[in-house]
């Protein structure tokens, strides 16, 4: 009697497992990839719609101060005669202030 020693008998069912876990790998990593992509995705929506363009094209407008270049927050950050920098969608607009 002839013992098997063959190394094709006890190899073959290992590179079955192995190619299974493989399989099943990439498959795990396909899926967190995607998973990942989605989250990314989500994110970047996310900071889209808190971007000063996406609010310019809601219709919204920043007044930019000529003299100091700052954005104007409250109407005490202009004074009458200061020149503004209307900043819209489209481009911008010069404007002046003028007294109530």
Same mark, same amino acid.
């Given at each position: 009697?002839?013992?098997? %020693?063959?190394?094709?008998?006890?190899?073959?069912?290992?590179?079955? @497992?192995? @190619? !299974?876990?493989?399989?099943?790998? @990439?498959? !795990? &990593?396909?899926?967190? &990839?995607?998973?990942?992509?989605? $989250?990314?995705?989500?994110?970047? !929506?996310?900071?889209?719609?808190?971007?000063? &363009?996406? #609010?310019?094209?809601?219709?919204? $407008?920043?007044?930019?101060?000529?003299?100091?270049?700052? $954005? %104007?927050?409250?109407?005490?950050?202009?004074? #009458?005669? @200061?020149?503004?920098?209307?900043?819209?969608?489209?481009?911008?607009?010069?404007?002046?202030?003028?007294?109530?």
């Amino acid at each position: 009697m002839r013992c098997e %020693l063959s190394p094709k008998r006890w190899l073959t069912p290992v590179r079955v @497992d192995t @190619d !299974a876990l493989t399989a099943r790998q @990439d498959r !795990a &990593l396909l899926a967190q &990839l995607a998973a990942h992509r989605h $989250a990314l995705a989500q994110r970047a !929506a996310q900071l889209h719609a808190l971007s000063p &363009l996406a #609010v310019l094209s809601r219709g919204y $407008a920043i007044a930019l101060s000529e003299r100091t270049g700052r $954005a %104007l927050r409250e109407p005490a950050d202009a004074e #009458v005669g @200061d020149r503004l920098r209307l900043k819209l969608h489209g481009g911008e607009v010069r404007a002046e202030v003028i007294p109530r």
